[in-house]
């Protein structure tokens, strides 16, 4: 059993950045497939970033990408979400994930998830 704590969100104006972090516990870190999330109110969740196990291969959705990158650090057991060049857009609360095989997309394949942190960016 995998837990799941993320931090870091905050309000921050357009253009700003920030560092999201997610602490993981009980499990494995190293072995899971970790991916990050985001769901702004009236929409579905959708896939933001992810890292797969074993080949630390990086994936990101076309709305973030050369924005935002995903790092883990299996020593400290955490993933990181490094935020640049924020939108009004991104505003969302940002969900931590992680699954054991090699699912990278898709949110219903993702087995642990934390508890959100949000994000608010002001224009």
């Known amino acids: 059993q995998v837990q799941l704590v993320e931090s870091g969100g905050g309000l921050v104006q357009a253009g700003g950045s920030l560092r999201l972090s997610c602490a993981a516990s009980?499990?494995?870190?190293?072995?899971?497939?970790m991916g990050w999330f985001r769901q702004a109110p009236g929409k579905e969740r959708e896939f933001v970033a992810a890292?797969?196990?074993?080949?630390?291969?990086?994936y990101y959705a076309d709305s973030v990408k050369g924005r935002f990158t995903i790092s883990r650090d299996n020593a400290k057991n955490t993933l990181y979400l490094q935020m640049h060049g924020l939108k009004p857009e991104d505003t969302a609360v940002y969900y931590c994930?992680?699954?054991?095989?090699?699912?990278?997309?898709?949110?219903?394949?993702?087995?642990?998830w934390g508890q959100g942190t949000q994000v608010t960016v002001s224009s």
């Open positions: 890292v797969r196990r074993i080949t630390g291969t990086l």
């Open positions: 994930a992680a699954n054991g095989g090699l699912v990278i997309f898709r949110a219903t394949a993702y087995d642990y």
């Open positions: 009980g499990g494995t870190f190293s072995t899971h497939t």
